[in-house]
């Protein structure tokens, strides 16, 4: 690493003002603080020295997300062999698996981090950390038989759109994954809904599945009332089921929102009232259930579609989420019940997840205001009230 260091130095005075590349210090800058700590500290202005930086923090959220990362490639085989009836063990599974998911995590990284060290040149401020997350959460959100140039576009809108026009990151208001994510929903719909984007087949013109086999994910086989082929809890705990490339496992995700829960980067206060929210949501339809979407105990919402993994990566977002105590778990709780709203009412959409997220994020700064102004009336009544009491003697 010291012969690395000492390169970056030889060659940082061409980068700096001066110098030969001086438009280009920005990038330089990127990955000089990336591959090692800055140099510049705080120097003004009231602040906290603490070593958990945005650096570390977005490389806690990354290692968070390798257990769903990991299980997705290795389901995105086992799927297409499951589908071709071929055989094949656990290191072929994981090998197809990972030739298919790997070019759309390098499409979203290269096509986001062009973004923004192209806004970081223009409008010289230094390149953040935290697209290191998103370029990750972009390809586990959508299908693995998302075309290569459709990946790019989303992550190309969700940079722009959702970060540089608010000023960049830790000023964006939506999710940018899921923004890119619901920009590919409503775009190009036919590449994110159906039963036939879930599975890369890789199937030839004339092949055909084998017989019995459905790519419907959970969510659609319920809002179809098609309940004969219908996976079992285990399965679906587990995520041996058609679907995104990272979602299906609830525990994998389990094992993500423990390392952010342990490092103190993910709310705990949001997960919990999330499937708060969500559980007390089945609940309530199951008394007056009329149809299959009703009729299923409270629990399987949270371990079908998207749920866990919103629940936990996208909805504990530090940036787009309430930022009070009490506001989190307002804010938590009405994702879980808007969620909830949207797979059994709106048939069109079995999902829910996506949506009651980003409509969150825009309602998140009005939480926090109520709740602050709240705050704010109760102890004026502390401080009003021992003076009443006063005038009275």
Do not use: C
């Not at 005075?13 to 990127?30: L, N, P």
């Not at 000023?171 to 036939?196: C, E, K, T, V």
């Not at 084998?210 to 082929?229: K, R, V, Y």
């Not at 708060?276 to 309530?284: D, E, N, S, V, W």
């Amino acid at each position: 690493m010291k012969a690395l260091h000492d390169l970056l130095m030889n060659v940082k005075s061409r980068f700096e003002k001066g110098g030969r590349f001086e438009k280009f210090y920005r990038t330089f800058e990127a990955f000089e603080t990336f591959l090692f700590v800055g140099g510049n500290v705080t120097n003004r202005g009231s602040h906290i020295r603490d070593a958990i930086d945005m650096k570390r923090t977005m490389f806690h959220v990354v290692i968070a997300l390798v257990p769903v990362l990991l299980f997705g490639m290795w389901n995105v085989g086992y799927q297409h062999y499951l589908a071709t009836g071929l055989d094949a063990d656990f290191i072929d599974q994981f090998v197809f698996g990972l030739i298919k998911v790997l070019p759309l995590v390098i499409v979203s990284y290269v096509s986001g981090l062009a973004i923004e060290f192209l806004f970081a040149t223009i409008r010289d401020h230094e390149v953040n950390e935290g697209f290191l997350v998103t370029g990750l959460l972009i390809p586990l959100v959508i299908p693995v038989t998302t075309p290569l140039w459709m990946v790019a576009v989303a992550t190309v809108f969700a940079v722009i759109i959702g970060k540089e026009v608010f000023g960049g990151t830790g000023m964006n208001i939506l999710n940018p994954a899921l923004l890119a994510r619901a920009f590919l929903f409503f775009a190009y719909p036919a590449h994110l809904s159906g039963d036939d984007v879930w599975i890369y087949t890789g199937l030839s013109e004339g092949q055909q599945l084998i017989d019995g086999f459905s790519g419907a994910t959970p969510l659609a086989a319920i809002a179809a009332g098609e309940m004969q082929n219908f996976p079992s809890v285990m399965e679906m705990f587990l995520g041996t089921i058609p679907g995104s490339v990272g979602e299906t496992s609830t525990l994998a995700v389990l094992a993500g929102a423990l390392i952010l829960v342990a490092t103190g980067t993910g709310s705990l206060r949001i997960m919990l009232s999330v499937v708060a929210g969500g559980l007390i949501t089945g609940l309530l339809f199951n008394l007056f259930a009329v149809n299959a979407y009703m009729e299923i105990p409270p629990y399987y919402h949270l371990i079908m579609g998207g749920f866990a993994f919103g629940a936990v990566y996208m909805a504990t977002d530090p940036v787009t989420a309430a930022q009070t105590g009490t506001g989190k778990y307002i804010y938590g709780f009405l994702i879980g019940v808007v969620t909830i709203l949207i797979r059994v009412v709106n048939p069109a959409y079995p999902e829910g997840m996506m949506l009651a997220i980003l409509f969150m994020n825009v309602f998140a700064p009005l939480i926090d205001h109520y709740v602050v102004q709240a705050n704010i009336k109760r102890r004026m009544r502390r401080v009003q009230q021992p003076e009443a009491e006063f005038v009275r003697k």
